[in-house]
């Protein structure tokens, strides 16, 4: 059973071992040049006495414990490490990837969680499969950034701003411009619009109301976006995307907008509004 244990912690042969530990050193340089020593002796004085006398001084306690700092290791950069994620990092990668990060956090974050592996021509074989498969065959999230994406927009509303003379129907493209205007680039193909149409306009019924849409990220994961009516022409309050919110949709109120989250009211919105009003 030793032998097995023993046998199955070594590595094989063609694995790659070309990453070691490296030490910290820290090279000093006495500040003030020490009295012991050859240097003592006078050339023109001879004798024994005095060669035995000055062959040795001990060290004064506080000059020639003085040193000057010539190099430290610590401050050097490690540089770069490439390495084969085998589980999904935030904002980093998915299993599969390659990629290149600073060595320290590849060695004390990915290889000791064994979240990685070494970047070589052995790892590569063995992994064959997990690179060259695709987002559609991996376990897990599609991309790197997907779920800072999804987390993002679930706390968003987007300001859907309509015409208030004019009849509308809400579409993808009013959607798509609503998001565009807040920062966010959505194809209209990502956009799933409720089955309920919104038409106006409504000042009475429909201003300042709320409704969801769905956006589908890399035709994989789904996030619920809070949207809200705006009539152009109408005052807009400061705190418009904080509590308390009014839902235009009753068929929305307890499957997705009582779930989501909403900002709350600040005191200094409060009364911020009310001068504004004022």
């Known amino acids: 059973m030793l032998i097995k244990q023993i046998l199955s912690s070594l590595r094989p042969l063609n694995t790659c071992l070309n990453y070691s530990q ?23 004085i001879v004798g024994p006495l005095f060669n035995d006398i000055l062959h040795y001084k001990e060290p004064r306690e506080v000059t020639d414990m003085i040193y000057d700092e010539v190099e430290d290791t610590d401050d050097q950069s490690l540089g770069k490490m490439k390495v084969i994620l085998m589980d999904h990092i935030e904002e980093l990668g998915v299993a599969g990837d390659v990629v290149e990060v600073d060595a320290s956090y590849a060695r004390f974050h990915l290889l000791s969680a064994r979240k990685a592996v070494y970047y070589c021509d052995y790892n590569l074989n063995k992994y064959k499969d997990l690179i060259e ?15 800072t994406t999804v987390r993002q927009l679930a706390k968003e509303c987007i300001l859907v701003e309509m015409n208030d003379k004019h009849e509308w129907l809400i579409q ?52 619920a976006v809070r949207c809200m009516v705006h009539h152009l022409g109408q005052e807009l309050a400061i705190n418009w995307m904080r509590a308390p919110r009014f839902v235009l949709l009753p068929e929305q109120q307890s499957q997705l907008l009582a779930q989501m989250p909403v900002l709350p009211m600040l005191e200094e919105d409060k009364q911020l509004e009310e001068e504004y009003i004022s």
Do not use: C, W
């Open 22 to 44: 490296m030490r910290s050193v820290m090279i000093l340089k006495r500040k003030v040049r020490p009295l012991y020593g050859q240097r003592l002796k006078n050339p023109y």
């Open 133 to 147: 498969s695709g987002a559609e065959g991996r376990v897990g999230p599609s991309s790197a950034f997907v779920l």
């Open 172 to 223: 993808k493209r009013h959607i798509r411009i609503a998001f565009r205007k807040t920062g966010y680039t959505v194809p209209e193909e990502a956009i799933q619009l409720p089955e309920i149409p919104i038409t106006g306009p409504d000042i009475e019924g429909k201003e300042g109301k709320d409704f969801a849409v769905h956006i589908v990220i890399n035709n994989q994961e789904t996030v």
